[in-house]
């Protein structure tokens, strides 16, 4: 199984960006599905989770109002939307997937993960 992150860039504060992570080489039941972000000097966070018949996504308290994530079942690809970017948003941002599905607290941690994508950089400047 492969994830492969796009949709990175640089964007002006206040500005949007759309992330996509497309999955392949595989069957696509996962269990959980993550957004994780690490800026440098900084450890791996958790962003957004869909957790499969967890109900709707859920977020860090930093992308509650400003973050959505959803999903492109036939397609095989989950999305993040990020509105209202901010300075401190700045960061690689990864997609996981997880084979098992787990509750949303544990799937908040990055190390309950099987697969990752290479990152994609999102750098929130003016």
């Known amino acids: 199984v492969q994830l492969q992150a796009s949709g990175g860039g640089l964007v002006q504060p206040g500005g949007s960006l759309r992330l996509s992570c497309a999955a392949s080489?595989?069957?696509?039941?996962?269990?959980?599905m993550g957004w994780f972000r690490q800026a440098p000097g900084k450890e791996r966070q958790f962003v957004a989770v869909?957790?499969?018949?967890?109900?709707?996504?859920r977020y860090a308290d930093s992308a509650k109002g400003r973050f959505t994530m959803s999903m492109d079942s036939a397609k095989n690809t989950i999305y993040l939307q990020m509105n209202s970017l901010k300075p401190e948003d700045t960061a690689v941002y990864y997609c996981?997937?997880?084979?098992?599905?787990?509750?949303?607290?544990?799937?908040?941690?990055?190390?309950?993960?099987?697969?990752w994508g290479q990152g994609t950089q999102v750098t929130v400047s003016s």
């Open positions: 996981a997937a997880r084979k098992t599905r787990i509750i949303v607290g544990a799937a908040a941690d990055a190390s309950h993960y099987d697969y």
């Open positions: 080489g595989g069957t696509f039941s996962f269990g959980n």
């Open positions: 869909w957790t499969r018949s967890g109900g709707n996504p």
